[in-house]
């Protein structure tokens, strides 16, 4: 995983800078994929690679997991960083950036798209998809940072997971069952509660999901399928109910999105708005990091502590304050809290 990578197998020539190279997260993924295949195929369960105290000489528990495949992970990790590799993780959504996607998703003049031509993509990108399409993605944009989900959990969302319920009069709410968490594959998977946010309305679900729900009643859709749907020509989504959006699709979408409002989507992908609303809970909401831990499903098997903080803080993230201002007196002051009204910087 080290020298090899800069060489092509067939001949042992040195690879050229425009073939990639294998990363250390790609070692990650295969010793995932390891463990995994021990673990569940074989039943060897999550244990570390031991020997029985009883039985001298016998081992259990997972190869994958071994102190020797781990030192090694480590040295490798070490090796690639004195290389130069950088591990770059998708940046996270701000929520300025939520904002102005809204408001030019929602404002989004919708047009009669007839065929789609060479020309007519040169002459007006921005008519990549219409304003069915780009209310679907607001609703997936705001639930997956809200959620903490991977968007292989969003995509997997169907009618029958969502409740729309009243829990004052006239004051709603949303009730989501997931089919599927990767935290918690063999059940227990506990609902979420959403609420209505009418002071800001781009990360408002219960808007979301009202004006999704909405218009696909609108559009005779079947309500008993995917909620997010296979996108079809420019503005359509697929009338089957079993037909829903892949990750591509969704990820080409998200980018076309974020080129719309003059931002480039080269930093971002499919795990940003899981990292955004971690630092949103902690940053914006002050939620402490127990509860943080406990709405995303970390509580119960919170193996790997480091990885809330990754979430948290990444180099690739747009800093929210300037080094030279961290203790400047006559620093500007941060938006109104909601809550009590104070503009200071611990707000």
């Known amino acids: 995983m080290n020298y090899p990578i800069d060489l092509l197998v067939m001949d042992k020539q040195a690879k050229e800078l425009s073939i990639s190279r294998v990363t250390y997260a790609t070692a990650q993924k295969m010793r995932a ?9 074989h039943r060897l369960g999550t244990q570390p690679w031991l020997e029985d105290s009883l039985q001298p000489g016998h081992f259990r528990g997972n190869l994958s997991l071994s102190v020797t495949v781990s030192q090694y992970m480590i040295s490798l990790g070490r090796r ?11 940046r996270a959504m701000d929520e300025q950036t939520m ?9 989004f003049a919708n047009e009669d798209f007839g065929p789609t031509l060479n020309k007519r993509k040169a002459e007006a990108p921005q008519n990549w998809a219409g304003s069915s399409v780009r209310l679907m993605l607001q609703l997936m944009f705001v639930t997956a940072m809200l959620l903490l989900l991977r968007f292989e959990e969003v995509l997997r969302i169907t009618w029958s997971d969502v409740r729309f319920e009243y829990y004052q009069p006239r004051r709603r709410r949303i009730r989501l069952m997931l089919p599927f968490c990767k935290t918690h594959q063999y059940g227990g998977i506990v609902p979420f509660f959403l609420y209505e946010n009418p002071e800001k309305p781009w990360m408002c679900p219960v808007r979301a999901w009202a004006a ?14 995917y909620v997010f749907r296979k996108k079809m020509g420019q503005d359509g989504v697929s009338a089957n109910p079993h037909d829903g959006m892949t990750a591509d699709s969704f990820l080409e979408c998200f980018r076309n999105n974020l080129l719309d409002i003059g931002i480039d989507p080269r930093p971002y992908g499919t795990h940003s708005f899981r990292r955004r609303g971690c630092q949103y809970l902690a940053m914006v909401l ?5 509860q943080i831990c406990t709405w995303g499903g970390w509580a119960e098997n919170f193996d ?3 990885t809330i903080f990754k979430y948290l803080l990444s180099w690739t ?13 006559e620093q500007a002051g941060s938006d109104p809290c909601t809550a009590c009204g ?3 910087t611990c707000a």
């Open 80 to 90: 690639k960083v004195r290389a130069g590799e950088v591990v770059t993780s998708a």
């Open 317 to 329: 993230d747009a800093p929210q304050l300037q080094r030279e201002d961290y203790f400047n007196p």
């Open 99 to 107: 904002k102005e996607l809204y408001e030019y998703n929602v404002n």
């Open 286 to 290: 002050r939620w402490p990091l127990r």
């Open 212 to 225: 999704w729900w909405h218009h696909c009643r609108y559009l005779g859709l079947d309500m008993n399928g």
């Open 342 to 344: 104070r503009t200071c």
């Open 304 to 306: 790997n502590p480091g």
């Open 33 to 41: 994929a390891i463990s995994h295949k021990y673990g569940c195929d």
